[in-house]
């Protein structure tokens, strides 16, 4: 199995090289050191290689609401989103390694702080950092994957690995979920200068409630939802006023953003640090944005908002310069419209194509807290209470906001829905709020409708061939032949 032995670079110094260490008290000898380490999973969550490219398209593509646009693209993603997925594909064998990768870094500073003569508080809460830190990336594995090896310390001599087994989902989720709560029980409300890159005790609540709605135990889901609702005077998460500046990379660390991945706009560091590519890969080949046509919306999902949601007109992109005259996609290179939440606006540090952008993507945003705990209110309750209906409203309220003048659409629903009308209703509020934001997915994987998506009538991107079995990627074909313990592979491969 691949794992790291190193702790990752600083947020604030792209090009410094990894410290390399073969035990965390070679390392860990000062609070600094402390700081570094935890910063150094950061650093590795915005990689190329899984925020600023690979997890998020991958995760995209997966779902029945983004599609290829450029068809001569890599064919490793031509097998994902097609569900023609091998062992062998380039996207699931960059995954896997660099999230155990965060885990090591994760599992490094867990390991070596507690040995450094610090502020207890302070020992205590960088911890914490490192411990929702590795629980996200194995939020994403399980959910990837199914069954992956759970290690949670840190590998000094990788001989101990080498043949290690996979753990139970059910034990990897007990231990993403302690995790959590060791992050609710010590880390601060906010950070200083308004931080949102560094998970909070807010943060921790939400990855808790997201990982209780993956669970279908809604009582718990609600639980921690409502305690970030109701709390969120003190965490300082609100809606902001106009979605569309959810979607300006130069609007960081707003009151919105729960938890989100920070790219630095216009450096680069080693081993694809600080590269962030969604901007090209969503926007427009051979128009004045430079983008790569890579990733579009499927064919059905334009025509399914309603022209009237002002939400329709800030995701998607049917228009733009090419050699400065505004020009429909129909004469684009691609003739598809286009997904608009990442490069329309990917910061005034970011390359001419805007990659190497200044955005900072959600892990979590706040208009999800309210829409997690509606639909945990109404699963747990059988039919949605008086704060379900607030919590869907008011992000439905937002969106009557078309860039500062008041519409009425889409309205408040209305007292008297039934369990079932309430479900459909919330799954749509998520489907139309959370467009392109690599949610889908999960989504559909937890409410069971992953088959009907992409083999009913109405489907937005028809694959007939879509099975049960793909719910799950292939194990990567490196990981089974250095372990052979990690068979089986995940059925259908």
């Known amino acids: 199995m691949c794992l790291a032995f190193s702790t990752g670079v600083s947020c604030t110094n792209l090009d410094e090289k990894p410290v390399g260490i073969l035990a965390p008290q070679s390392f860990f000898n000062t609070p600094a050191d402390a700081e570094s380490a935890v910063m150094g999973t950061y650093s590795m969550l915005a990689s190329e290689r899984l925020y600023g490219r690979k997890l998020n398209i991958t995760l995209q593509l997966l779902g029945d609401m983004v599609d290829i646009g450029d068809v001569g693209t890599a064919s490793r993603r031509v097998q994902?989103?097609?569900?023609?997925?091998?062992?062998?594909?380039g996207m699931i064998n960059n995954i896997w390694p660099n999230l155990y990768a965060v885990i090591g870094a994760a599992n490094a500073a867990i390991d070596g702080i507690p040995a450094i003569d610090m502020n207890e508080d302070k020992k205590n809460q960088l911890m914490a950092e490192a411990k929702v830190v590795r629980a996200l990336s194995y939020y994403h594995l399980v959910q990837l994957f199914g069954e992956v090896p759970y290690i949670g310390e840190f590998v000094s001599d990788p001989s101990?690995?080498?043949?290690?087994?996979?753990?139970?989902?059910?034990?990897?989720?007990?231990?993403?979920?302690a995790d959590?709560?060791?992050?609710?029980?010590?880390?601060?409300?906010?950070?200083e200068n308004n931080v949102r890159s560094r998970p909070t005790k807010g943060a921790a609540q939400t990855l808790l409630a997201s990982v209780y709605l993956a669970r279908q135990d809604y009582a718990k889901a609600a639980e921690h939802a409502e305690a970030v609702i109701n709390n969120a005077g003190d965490y300082g998460y609100d809606l902001l006023a106009d979605f569309k500046n959810l979607w300006n990379a130069d609007n960081a660390n707003?009151?919105?953003?729960?938890w989100a991945v920070d790219f630095k706009g216009g450096i680069g560091g080693s081993n694809g640090q600080n590269v962030d590519y969604m901007a090209p890969l969503s926007g427009v080949r051979d128009a004045d944005m430079q983008g790569w046509s890579v990733i579009v919306p499927s064919p059905g999902v334009y025509d399914s908002f309603d022209d009237r949601d002002y939400r329709k007109e800030v995701s998607f992109l049917t228009e733009t310069n090419v050699d400065g005259v505004l020009t429909s996609y129909e004469e684009w290179k691609w003739p598809r419209i286009h997904m608009a939440k990442w490069c329309i606006?990917?910061?005034?540090?970011?390359?001419?194509?805007?990659?190497?952008?200044?955005?900072?993507?959600n892990i979590f945003r706040y208009a999800e807290v309210l829409l997690m705990a509606a639909e945990a209110i109404n699963e747990a309750n059988g039919g949605p209470t008086a704060a379900a209906y607030e919590y869907l409203n008011r992000v439905r309220g937002r969106a009557r906001n078309k860039g500062g003048v008041m519409t009425d659409f889409p309205a408040d629903l209305s007292a008297g829905m039934s369990q079932a009308e309430?479900?459909?209703?919330?799954?749509?509020?998520?489907?139309?709020?959370?467009?392109?934001?690599?949610?889908r997915w999960y989504d559909l994987k937890r409410w069971g409708t992953a088959q009907e998506a992409f083999t009913s009538p109405a489907s937005y991107e028809?694959?007939?061939?879509?099975?049960?079995?793909?719910?799950l990627l292939p194990l990567p074909q490196n990981e089974l032949n250095r372990n052979p313990n990690l068979l089986p592979q995940n059925s259908g491969y």
């Not at 707003?254 to 729960?258: D, I, R, S, T």
């Open 80 to 89: 994902i989103n097609s569900f023609n997925t091998d062992s062998n594909n």
């Open 160 to 177: 101990t690995v080498a043949d290690i087994s996979k753990t139970s989902v059910e034990e990897i989720y007990a231990n993403i979920i």
């Open 180 to 191: 959590c709560e060791v992050g609710i029980q010590y880390l601060p409300n906010t950070y």
């Open 254 to 258: 707003h009151a919105e953003q729960v």
């Open 345 to 361: 606006s990917p910061g005034t540090s970011a390359n001419a194509d805007g990659s190497y952008s200044d955005h900072n993507y």
């Open 422 to 439: 309430f479900r459909v209703a919330v799954r749509e509020e998520r489907r139309v709020e959370l467009a392109f934001e690599w949610k």
């Open 462 to 471: 028809p694959h007939e061939n879509f099975v049960q079995d793909y719910l």
